[in-house]
């Protein structure tokens, strides 16, 4: 690692830290009906949405939370998979899931990375740049998330929790939490939809 992206982190730790408002977590504990702690929210879909919600929630002070997908690491969303465009489409200094801190743009990224003359040069951003820049981001924050891991079937449960039945290749589990947001993209054309095994649950 390069002294500038090490010297970017330590003012990341910083900024975060001097920015921690509130200084206490402000959710009680909630035991599932397995009689472990449930989860405070369980977010599905590790891509730049997931991590923007994640990361939201934990400058909250919302940390007992998870962060589940079931790509490998690396390759949550589309831009090592599918995506056929060779940059975002989007300037390169809209911003991103930093939530306005600086320190954690894109672009203090890019310039700790490649300099801040390459910066100036660059028209629209690699997408393989990108998705390099979003696995750095989730690491710098600490964005707690298991990859390799599948959201199968969504359930009430008891105590107004919900059950995630999530499969892995260590086999089937139940995880409860009190909010599930589904992070989990959207069809290239821009049409929302409800993942196919939760279209039998009421609205």
């Known amino acids: ?14 900024d975060l830290a001097k920015t921690a408002h509130p200084h206490a977590a402000w959710l009680e504990p909630k035991l599932g009906p397995d009689g472990k702690p449930a989860l405070d929210v369980l977010v599905v879909g590790a891509g730049q949405s997931g991590l923007a919600t994640a990361f939201g929630l934990m400058r909250s002070q919302v940390t007992n939370i998870l962060v589940l997908d079931k790509a ?36 203090s990224w890019h310039e700790a990375r490649f300099g801040e003359d ?11 740049l990108w998705a390099e820049y979003l696995l750095w981001f989730r690491r710098v924050v600490g964005v707690p998330v298991r990859n390799d891991c599948e959201v199968v079937e969504i359930a009430p449960a008891a105590s107004g ?26 069809e290239g054309m821009g049409d929302w939809t409800i993942p196919a095994p939760l279209r039998h649950q009421p609205s």
């Open 161 to 186: 929790l919900l059950a995630a039945t999530v499969q892995s290749a260590a086999g089937v589990e139940i995880i409860y939490a009190r909010k599930i947001v589904l992070a989990t993209g959207q």
């Open 72 to 107: 490998e690491e690396g390759r949550e969303g589309p831009w090592l998979t599918y995506a056929r465009m060779h940059t975002l489409r989007s300037p390169k200094n809209y911003t991103g899931p930093d939530l306005d801190i600086p320190s954690l743009t894109y672009q």
């Open 118 to 128: 390459d910066w100036r040069k660059l028209d629209l951003i690699p997408r393989a």
């Open 1 to 14: 690692m390069s002294s500038a992206l090490i010297a970017l982190e330590a003012q990341v730790r910083a």
